[in-house]
């Protein structure tokens, strides 16, 4: 029962660092999202994909790129971390949109990151 | 573009006391959720909403939907420690080529005993 899979789950970078954050999951979902949760902001939407070989934008994707080459995984990268970027990193998945689904989203355990 | 407001932001209650989370959002909608988080941990669904009028109930939580209003309602009954997290109501839109989900900041419970 995986479910939402996040790695690594805490990360200290320096500024102007690069790292990526691996989003896996195990449920055959079409849709997958990463969201950054801020203090006070609730969680707000970097990038998302429909399907394997596909992105989009969300709300907040300056200074993060990511890519879906499986279905099973979406990765999120900092190039160039910025302090901004401290955050706590989520990952969701759900079943792609069908009239009587609830659409619900399933979300990974969350990953830390601090940049100092 | 699609903002959702909820409140109070930080609510503490004591146990067996009643009280109502707000959530309001600016346009019209195709499913609205409610999210419970833990402390340090990830958001664990609560209820989803379809249609207008519906009402979900689970425990001392109840929630509804009134999409005229673009307004929907946490209701907690009867506290209890328990229930002390943060919950989110969050909005779907079906965008015809994507569906997205837009949170509201929050609403920390703190219930005390």
């Known amino acids: 029962n995986a479910g939402v899979t996040q790695t690594p789950k805490f990360r200290v970078l320096k500024t102007g660092q690069s790292m990526t954050l691996l989003c896996a999951q195990d449920?055959?979902?079409?849709?997958m999202y990463w969201y950054r949760q801020d203090p006070g902001m609730g969680l707000r939407l970097i990038h998302y994909?429909?399907?394997?070989?596909?992105?989009a934008k969300g709300e907040v994707p300056d200074g993060y790129n990511v890519s879906r080459l499986k279905k099973q995984n979406f990765l999120l990268g900092l190039e160039s971390a910025a302090p901004s970027q401290t955050s706590v990193y989520f990952c969701?998945?759900?079943?792609?949109?069908?009239?009587?689904?609830?659409?619900?989203?399933?979300f990974g355990e969350g990953s830390r990151l601090t940049v100092l | 573009e699609l903002k959702v407001e909820q409140n109070p932001l930080f609510l503490s209650m004591q146990e067996g006391k009643n009280y109502t989370i707000y959530c309001n959002y600016s346009?019209?909608?195709?499913?609205l959720y409610w999210y419970r988080q833990d402390p340090g941990k990830s958001l664990e669904s609560l209820f989803v909403?379809?249609?207008?009028?519906a009402v979900k109930q689970e425990g001392r939580l109840m929630a509804s939907l009134d999409t005229k209003a673009r307004l929907s309602t946490l209701h907690i009954t009867a506290a209890v420690h328990d229930l002390s997290a943060t919950y989110f109501c969050?909005?779907?839109?079906?965008?015809?080529?994507?569906?997205?989900?837009?949170f509201g900041t929050g609403t920390r419970l703190q219930v005390t005993l």
């Open positions: 969050a909005v779907l839109r079906n965008t015809g080529t994507a569906s997205k989900l837009t």
């Open positions: 449920m055959n979902h079409e849709y």
């Open positions: 909403l379809l249609s207008n009028g």
């Open positions: 994909s429909v399907g394997e070989g596909t992105t």
């Open positions: 969701a998945s759900s079943i792609l949109w069908p009239a009587q689904n609830t659409g619900e989203l399933f």
């Open positions: 346009t019209t909608s195709d499913r």
